[in-house]
């Protein structure tokens, strides 16, 4: 071991052309590829120490440690990294999310890809960025897409070697807001992981998934021309097509609420008025507002108008997963 102590930070994502869906669950190999943006000001500081005089992982989440399932996941993760490491000493495991805890911002895509460079540089190991985001995909498979930076395409892949995400373009290409409408902060009750086990028994996943290059194209396209009414319009398909898929799964997943949908109807009727706004949804009832740099002030007024959303949480475009000095 080079070095046995290192802090990374790493950003949160939002998918503009879903993952949902797994072709193997363990190496966490997706059905389809997807496309996001990092988000700039939200972000994971994690930092790992591989300690000899350690008996078992260690780990804290804001100060806390977090329930069973969540500690499995990480030390089954970093069994990964002292197996590619070749050692087998503990870790302490310290992280900590900038963006309020229970706000529904899925923090496992930016936790698990700090973690990956934290742990690996810790280690001693060095990964190439292509090598991180395989890794950070073990973790959680969105996490593959908070390692480049900027916006940023999941090519799916077949294997552990072929399934990694890539940037295709840097995050000041494009000056797009993303206004995170919170209308909940419970706790969902249905994660992704169990919701990608769910995905194959919809009837609409096939007509899904055969479909996706079609949207990977037309999503890239429009991101590569900064072309609003195109991104616009794949954008709010692809999300429909993953909520469709999930509430015609068995058991069916409804994550929309009451507010959710006030806030769709909304951004919908406003862009036909001329705004530059789109909307998506994550596994949860809290919904993406993206628009145009010109257009944030106007559009967060109005979303904290509508009965129900509680707070606005605004990011531009963020770079890519880096190791910090604390
Ligand atoms: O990486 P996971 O297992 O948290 O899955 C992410 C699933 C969605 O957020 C709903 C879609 C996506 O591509 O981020």
């Known amino acids: 071991m080079k070095q046995n102590k290192a802090t990374a930070l790493a950003h949160p994502n939002i998918a503009f052309i879903k993952y949902w869906g797994d072709k193997d669950p363990d190496l966490r190999i997706p059905v389809n590829g997807s496309i996001s943006v990092n988000l700039d000001s939200?972000?994971?500081?994690?930092?790992?120490?591989?300690d000899p005089a350690l008996v078992g992982d260690q780990l804290t989440i804001g100060g806390r440690v977090p329930d069973d399932l969540a500690v499995q996941r990480v030390n089954q993760f970093l069994d990964h990294v002292r197996q590619l490491a070749g050692f087998s000493t503990f870790a302490r495991v310290t992280s900590e999310n900038n963006f309020p805890t229970g706000s529904g911002i899925a923090s496992s895509a930016s936790g698990f890809a700090a973690l990956s460079l934290a742990a690996s540089a810790a280690a001693g190991l060095e990964l190439d960025q292509r090598a991180l985001s395989r890794l950070a995909r073990r973790g959680s498979g969105s996490a593959c897409r908070s390692v480049p930076g900027g916006f940023v395409e999941w090519k799916a892949g077949k294997d552990d070697a072929t399934s990694y995400a890539i940037s295709i373009a840097a995050d000041d290409h494009w000056?797009?807001?993303?206004?995170?409408?919170?209308?909940?902060?419970?706790h969902k009750e249905t994660g992704s992981v169990a919701g990608h086990s769910l995905?194959?028994?919809?009837?609409?996943q096939g007509a899904r998934v055969a479909d996706t290059e079609r949207r990977l194209e037309l999503c890239r396209d429009a991101i590569i021309n900064r072309d609003f009414q195109s991104f616009a319009e794949i954008v709010e398909l692809d999300s429909n097509l993953m909520h469709a898929v999930m509430m015609t799964s068995q058991p069916q997943l409804y994550y929309w609420q009451p507010a959710t949908l006030a806030v769709m109807q909304s951004v919908i009727e406003w862009r036909k008025g001329g705004m530059p706004a789109c909307f998506t949804i994550d596994a949860g009832p809290n919904v993406h507002v993206i628009t145009t740099g010109d257009n944030l002030s106007t559009l967060t007024a109005y979303l904290d108008q509508i009965p129900g959303v509680i707070e606005v949480l605004v990011s531009r475009p963020g770079k890519e997963?880096?190791?910090?000095d604390i």
């Open 321 to 324: 997963a880096r190791l910090i």
């Open 42 to 50: 939200l972000y994971s500081r994690t930092s790992v120490e591989f």
């Open 175 to 186: 000056e797009l807001h993303d206004c995170i409408a919170v209308v909940s902060k419970e």
């Open 199 to 204: 995905a194959g028994s919809s009837l609409l």
